[in-house]
């Protein structure tokens, strides 16, 4: 059964601090996808990466990185200079077969 | 161009009603994804459409819930014999072909939130 936990539920910074999210993923299945996902306070979740299980490099896009590690199953997302608009709740996925969230992790940004 | 819509944006509804939600997605996409989330939880999926059947329905809860997609575009969520413990936000998403869904990158609607009272 695939399970991901996002073992952080709250955390607070202040604006330009950096921060890390944390997610953890269990599956049985050699081939898988992991997926961050934001979901602002208007509710509507926006697609932030997408990561096959072959591919473990890690990636940067702007102030976001993503850090994806097979042998310890963790695919963890970094915000650098965090600003008060990244404030959202962010959520890990997995899919093979189906996607399956995390519980989500709420970030606030204080200024 | 237009993103994934859901209709009605708010339901308020008895215990015992019949409720139908309805999403539209973007145009050209043939994955359709319904998912439904609790407060302060993530969403969980509950079925996905591969043009008009469902390719994966393991994630309605019972038979009260069912969905359609007749002409591999929109799709309408029915809820039977609602429970209180119905209410929760749902949301519809949609994906291309390409690449081979359920993989690629899956675009939301802003969901219904359902309320039974």
């Known amino acids: 059964a695939q399970k991901v936990t996002q073992a952080q539920t709250e955390i607070s910074v202040v604006e330009k601090e950096d921060v890390t999210l944390d997610c953890v993923y269990e599956?049985?299945?050699?081939?898988?996808?992991l997926f961050w996902y934001k979901q602002p306070p208007s509710g509507e979740l926006v697609f932030l990466i997408r990561?096959?299980?072959?591919?473990?490099q890690n990636e940067i896009s702007g102030r976001y990185s993503w850090n994806f590690q097979k042998s310890t199953s963790s695919f963890n997302f970094t915000i650098t200079a965090s600003q008060v608009v990244d404030s959202a709740v962010y959520f890990c996925a997995a899919i093979s077969g189906k996607l399956i969230f995390g519980q989500g992790t709420t970030l606030q940004v204080k200024p | 161009g237009a993103g994934v819509s859901q209709t009605p944006s708010n339901k308020v509804t008895e215990k015992g009603k019949y409720v139908e939600l309805r999403c539209d997605p973007i145009?050209?996409?043939?994955?359709l994804y319904w998912y439904r989330q609790s407060l302060g939880q993530g969403p969980e999926f509950l079925i996905y459409?591969?043009?008009?059947?469902?390719?994966?329905d393991s994630g309605l809860p019972n038979d009260r819930f069912f969905a359609v997609r007749p002409e591999g575009s929109v799709s309408t969520l029915k809820i039977q014999r609602t429970e209180r413990g119905d209410s929760a936000v749902y949301l519809c998403a949609s994906s291309t072909a390409s690449g081979g869904p359920p993989y690629n990158e899956q675009f939301f609607g802003p969901g219904t939130r359902l309320t039974v009272l």
């Open positions: 145009s050209g996409h043939t994955a």
């Open positions: 990561r096959n299980s072959f591919d473990e």
């Open positions: 599956t049985r299945d050699t081939t898988y996808y």
């Open positions: 459409f591969q043009g008009t059947g469902a390719a994966d």
